[in-house]
Antibody, heavy 121, light 107 residues
Framework: EVQLVESGGGLVKPGGSLRLSCAAS????????MNWVRQAPGKGLEWVSS????????YYADSVKGRFTISRDNAKNSLYLQMNSLRAEDTAVYYC??????????????WGKGTTVTVSS | DIQMTQSPSSLSASVGDRVTITCRAS??????LNWYQQKPGKAPKLLIY???SLQSGVPSRFSGSGSGTDFTLTISSLQPEDFATYYC?????????FGPGTKVDIK
């Protein structure tokens, strides 16, 4: 079964750091790009970051650029998001999602259940 | 960044109704448009990719159309399990953006 399982969320004070992980199983992780998408309480979806299969290409939303770092370990079938200088507005459920490329089209076809990050003093 | 808008922001409908949701991009995105469904407390689920291609396993009552800046998601006959929030998302730019969502609830 294709599966993504996020972990690492929790309560952190403003200015603090947190590292999220996403464990992949049931597919060849090293063949797919991966994404982080977040959802603040009661709000819509916000794309956070993407990383290509070999980590050659990395992209960030302006809201997290310079504070968050996406990475992956293909040997461990794992995706990571290092979050530094956290702010209250980073409070959200963080989802990892598999990226799928079909011809020129790209979409996120498999999602984890999410991990909750709360930034509060 | 490419901005995405959706209308309406919410709608009330009955089982069996035909429902149409509109998504508009701030610039032309060709057919680089995906649709997701999200139920409360659950992860999003891919419905439609490349504007009109149905994801495997998604019921055929869901369909998508459009290109350029204007897109629609249509549910031909609303079923009880379709009450959810629907998001469009552009993949024209590598800095992906989602629409604000359309909540479909029971009339």
């Amino acid at each position: 079964e294709v599966q993504l399982v996020e972990s690492g969320g929790g309560l952190v004070k403003p200015g603090g750091s947190l590292r999220l992980s996403c464990a992949a199983s049931g597919f060849t992780f090293s063949s797919y790009s991966m994404n982080w998408v977040r959802q603040a309480p009661g709000k819509g979806l916000e794309w956070v970051s993407s990383i290509s299969s070999s980590s050659s290409y990395i992209y960030y939303a302006d809201s997290v650029k310079g504070r968050f770092t996406i990475s992956r370990d293909n040997a461990k079938n794992s995706l990571y998001l290092q979050m530094n200088s956290l702010r209250a507005e980073d409070t959200a459920v963080y989802y990892c999602a598999r990226g799928r490329q079909q011809l020129v089209h790209y979409y996120m076809d498999v999602w984890g259940k999410g991990t909750t990050v709360t930034v509060s003093s | 960044d490419i901005q995405m808008t959706q209308s309406p922001s919410s709608l009330s409908a009955s089982v069996g109704d035909r429902v149409t949701i509109t998504c508009r991009a701030s610039q032309s995105i060709s057919s680089y448009l995906n649709w997701y469904q999200q139920k409360p407390g659950k992860a999003p689920k891919l419905l439609i990719y490349a504007a009109s291609s149905l994801q495997s396993g998604v019921p055929s009552r869901f369909s998508g159309s459009g290109s350029g800046t204007d897109f629609t998601l249509t549910i031909s006959s609303l079923q009880p399990e379709d009450f959810a929030t629907y998001y469009c998302q552009q993949s024209y730019s590598t800095r992906f953006t989602f629409g604000p969502g359309t909540k479909v609830d029971i009339k």
